[in-house]
Nanobody, 119 residues
Framework: QVQLVESGGGLVQAGGSLRLSCAASGSIFSVNTMAWYRQAPGNQRDLVARIASGGGTNYADSAKGRFTISRDNAKNTVYLQMNSLKPEDTAVYYC?????????????WGQGTQVTVSS
């Protein structure tokens, strides 16, 4: 079994910063792409940022220039540094990872961490 455990969410004022972390543990051979998604009430779950095992990244337009995704492959951990936060960034943020277990890979999700940005 594999678990993704997120941390770092909370309440912050507009213009502030937060850093989210997500650590993968369990029966892991290797971790491919890792990503952060978010879901606000009444909305669908949307991609925020994605990082490949080699470090290549892509971002949603709303995150470009403010958010930075990074990873520590030795720790199977992905981070999301969020700066210049806006009230519209308020959502539950979910970690996602494509994890190799032997010859196959499976997609896993974390439990979500709440980010609330006050105006």
């Amino acid at each position: 079994q594999v678990q993704l455990v997120e941390s770092g969410g909370g309440l912050v004022q507009a213009g502030g910063s937060l850093r989210l972390s997500c650590a993968a543990s369990g029966s892991i051979f290797s971790v491919n792409t890792m990503a952060w998604y978010r879901q606000a009430p009444g909305n669908q779950r949307d991609l925020v940022a994605r990082i490949a095992s080699g470090g290549g990244t892509n971002y949603a337009d709303s995150a470009k220039g403010r958010f930075t995704i990074s990873r520590d492959n030795a720790k199977n951990t992905v981070y999301l540094q969020m700066n210049s936060l806006k009230p519209e960034d308020t959502a539950v943020y979910y970690c996602n990872a494509d994890i190799m277990q032997g010859v196959w890979s499976s997609e896993y999700w974390g439990q979500g961490t709440q980010v609330t940005v006050s105006s």
